[in-house]
């Protein structure tokens, strides 16, 4: 990356290990990982570093070593907190695992940290989920990330599936799984949570940050650049190869990509920034009308229409705002406003 024209010389804004989980390194390979980034693409001056663990993958000392690389938000994959839960779904950690790893990163004091929680995970229930919305309030964490269980192709659980001839993925229905998020957003609320986005609650907003996130749309104008394994250079988002193989290949060739996609067109950079502002729950019409010269409610008429009669958005005056029946399923509803070309069928059961 250091070697193309684009990148070269640049300082990153935000800097984020993950998706995946790289707390499985130790603390050696973290080291030589990072000084080798770093004396390339130095984030001395980076507003954000975010490191995704494991909770189980988590001693002291290695998150003292994380801490130590300039980490300011730890982003904790709980899940969930049972046992049972988590061995059926292929975690490597256990509860207790939990408590230590979120005790020491307290004691290390990281500025923000974040733990997820998972909707639908096999063998939940509602008396499991209820219990560990209790638990995560009771931690206090500074955000939670919430999902909702899929089953991606790539997985053990749909090989597991396509081996017994299964057409149903055995976890909680839609229905279900966006009825235990909503019950989570309500009891986060009730204990002075905000809502941030279609998916996370911070204790905070003035203390929170989303640095990664934001800059998404807000790079364009600042030129803000990123390191992940997926990033966004200029205002353009890129994803490193699905393929792990290919991608090695690549990297060892000399030959990787800056990003995957063309340059998007100026219609294609407001659908994008459209969609990913929705995802934050509202946004200010008259800011895309001044940035992009389209009036969004003119540009996104037929489904605008057809959200605001199915009542999951409103508009009044200069914003457009999403409800919570309309957050809890905003990834199947944005692709109401893909080109036709990018739609696919990935929630047809919905």
């Not at 923000?112 to 063998?123: F, P, S």
């Not at 229409?305 to 990834?331: A, H, P």
Request: hydrophobic share 35%; aromatic share 12%.
């Amino acid at each position: 990356y250091a070697n193309k024209p684009f990148v070269g010389g640049r300082k990153p804004e935000f800097v984020y290990f993950g998706g995946g989980t790289p707390s499985y390194l130790s603390v050696d390979q973290l080291k030589y990982l990072v000084d080798g980034m770093k004396a390339l693409l130095p984030w001395d001056e980076a507003r954000e570093v975010t490191f995704e663990c494991e909770p189980g993958t988590l001693t002291a000392i290695k998150l003292r070593a994380i801490r130590d690389l300039g980490v300011t938000r730890l982003s904790l994959g709980v899940e969930n907190f049972d046992d049972q839960v988590l061995k059926a779904n292929g975690r490597a950690h256990r509860g207790r695992e939990i408590d230590r790893a979120y005790e020491f990163a307290r004691d290390i004091d990281f500025p923000q940290i974040n733990i997820d929680l998972m909707a639908g995970m096999l063998e939940e229930t509602e008396a499991n989920w209820k219990a560990c919305v209790s638990k995560a309030i009771e931690m206090a964490p500074d955000s939670v990330t919430i999902y909702q269980m899929e089953i991606p192709y790539n997985t053990t659980i749909y090989q597991r599936m396509k081996n017994e001839g299964r057409q149903t993925a055995p976890v909680a229905d839609w229905d279900t799984k966006r009825h235990w998020t909503d019950y989570a957003f309500s009891q986060f609320q009730a204990a002075g949570y905000s809502i941030a986005s279609a998916y996370t609650v911070v204790k905070d907003k003035a203390k929170t940050s989303f640095v990664y996130r934001d800059e998404l749309w807000a790079g364009a104008d600042l030129l803000s650049l990123g390191v992940a394994s997926f990033g966004h250079i200029d205002g353009v988002h890129y994803q490193n190869h699905q393929d792990f193989g290919p991608y090695v290949e690549q990297l060892e060739s000399g030959c990787l990509p800056v990003y995957r996609a063309l340059t998007p067109t100026k219609d294609e950079r407001l659908i994008r920034e459209f969609i990913l502002q929705l995802k934050l729950g509202s946004l200010s019409l008259r800011y895309f009308e001044d940035k992009f010269g389209v009036d969004p409610l003119d540009r996104f008429a037929e489904p605008l229409k057809r959200l605001r009669d199915r009542c999951y958005l409103i508009v009044e005056d200069d914003t457009l705002t999403v409800n919570r029946d309309g957050l809890l399923q905003v990834d199947r509803l944005l692709q109401e406003f893909f080109l036709p070309e990018h739609r696919n069928a990935r929630y047809p059961d919905f």
